[in-house]
């Protein structure tokens, strides 16, 4: 592979700030975004979704690129200023899951298939009851629906209610099994004979 084609995988840094720079992206405050505020934009890419292996060190070198989804991630996620950081986030995971169910011909799929025990909900979203309660009672009042059913003498929450929680109360939860999908496709991806990060080399 050369290395343009290289260039359209992984980025190194200083090509990312020039790109950054030709598209008018900015920090918050409206400045240029230097190599730190770059550092430390990675820095939060990196614990926020680890799993997605967005950095890659190249082999026989301590040079870092960035692969090519993660350079988005910053633009879409990360430098954006029009909404918040997790809606951002969300938006930026189901737009890239569309993306690989087209490229791997795949019907789109439910990430919410099953009826919950409410008394399970407090560790599915990790919150304690308090917060669990409060939340489908807001569900009950937004909606003017009941999504509460009995099964064998258990309370249950229906799968709609469980999507409605995660996409209005718990978006956290819902960010989590978007990222968890969507790395799914890309093991697909990557099965397919497609590059990610299998070309330098996995950390």
């Known amino acids: ?45 990196n614990k926020k979704h680890p799993n997605c292996r967005w950095q890659s060190q190249k082999l026989k070198s301590k040079r870092y690129y960035i692969l090519i989804e993660g350079f988005y991630w910053l633009i879409y996620v990360y430098f954006q200023k029009e909404k918040k950081q997790i809606d951002a986030d969300i938006n930026f995971f189901e737009i890239r899951i569309k993306q690989y169910e087209k490229a791997l011909h795949l019907n789109p799929k439910s990430l919410f298939e099953k009826d919950i025990k409410k008394s399970e909900l407090n560790n599915y979203f990790d919150r304690g009851n308090t917060t669990i309660k409060k939340a489908i009672i807001k569900m009950n009042k937004a909606t003017e629906k009941n ?11 229906s799968k709609e209610g469980v999507e409605w929680l995660c996409k209005n109360c718990f978006k956290k939860k819902y960010l989590e099994l978007l990222e968890q999908y969507k790395m799914e496709l890309t093991e697909l991806y990557i099965a397919k004979g497609y590059i990610y990060d299998n070309f330098f080399g996995r950390n």
């Open 1 to 45: 592979m050369n290395a343009n084609n290289l260039d359209g995988i992984f980025l190194s840094y200083t090509k990312i700030l020039t790109r950054l720079k030709l598209l008018n992206i900015s920090t918050k405050n409206g400045n240029e975004i230097t190599h730190k505020d770059l550092r430390k934009a990675i820095s939060v890419m």
């Open 147 to 157: 999504f509460s059913k009995i099964i064998d003498g258990e309370k249950f929450i």
